[in-house]
């Protein structure tokens, strides 16, 4: 390759590459798609089951909460395809500065989950304006939902392809993903230790889905708040695959 082809690997080239990669695995947009659909179709789930009249607009989001599990385990096996397949070295030969394969795996990972989420949130309330359930009065909470629903899922998927990138094994990415977002908060809540369950608020998953949640004053964090502690970990989590990736052969 020469040099004058290294040099045409530029940052938006390589972000091209990334979607390109991402559309061209049929699977991943049928796992996003299927992402999205979860909280409509949970939703309409809900208020089938339930009077409309006892439902909360909250409550419509439920499926966000699964929604998560399949954008965060598709993020990692995005980030750990790069190794498991060999094709690492082909990429890091054309993007040897590296860090824009990690920045444009983030960016399609995140810019997918929001869609996904704030589309499918848009949907769930939808479903339930048209079950009946009384969504007037609530127009900043809804606003608040949908955006806040595809920011949850964005930073979730940056987040797991930090970590799919610093482990790199496809296996082991999805179990450390999985591991992180979902068993850590619980295992820690056993921990016999007062101040302990005080940091699972700051974790993750619990922060985030603040967006998504009913308002609870006894929360040490606000929803846009937990938002901002979901992204904190994102982007430590970006700045730290970015260092690994610069300091490890490929």
Request: charged content about 10%; glycine content about 12%.
């Amino acid at each position: 390759m020469t040099s004058d082809a290294v040099t045409r690997a530029t940052p938006v080239r390589v972000m091209r590459a990334e979607w390109v990669k991402f559309g061209t695995l049929l699977s991943n947009p049928i796992t996003m798609c299927v992402a999205f659909l979860l909280t409509p179709g949970l939703a309409v789930l809900l208020v089938w089951a339930r009077s409309a009249q006892s439902v909360t607009p909250t409550e419509l989001l439920a499926g966000a909460s699964w929604a998560q599990m399949l954008v965060a385990v598709l993020a990692a096996v995005f980030a750990c395809t790069e190794w498991s397949s060999g094709t690492s070295r082909v990429t890091f030969l054309a993007a040897p500065t590296r860090w824009p394969v990690l920045v444009g795996k983030a960016v399609v990972m995140g810019v997918t989950a929001f869609l996904a989420g704030a589309l499918g949130a848009g949907g769930a309330l939808l479903a339930g304006a048209i079950g009946g359930v009384d969504l007037t009065g609530h127009a900043s909470l809804a606003v608040r939902l949908v955006v806040g629903a595809g920011v949850y899922l964005a930073g979730i998927a940056i987040l797991a392809v930090a970590i799919g990138v610093i482990v790199r094994d496809l296996v082991a990415g999805i179990l450390t993903v999985i591991g992180f977002i979902w068993v850590l908060p619980l295992a820690i809540t056993l921990i016999p230790w007062e101040p302990v369950p005080h940091v699972v608020p700051y974790l993750p998953s619990p922060a985030g889905g603040l967006l998504i949640a009913a308002d609870n004053p006894a929360s040490p964090l606000t929803a846009w708040g937990g938002g901002a502690v979901l992204f904190a970990w994102a982007v430590a989590g970006v700045l730290c695959a970015a260092l690994v990736l610069g300091g490890r052969d490929v």
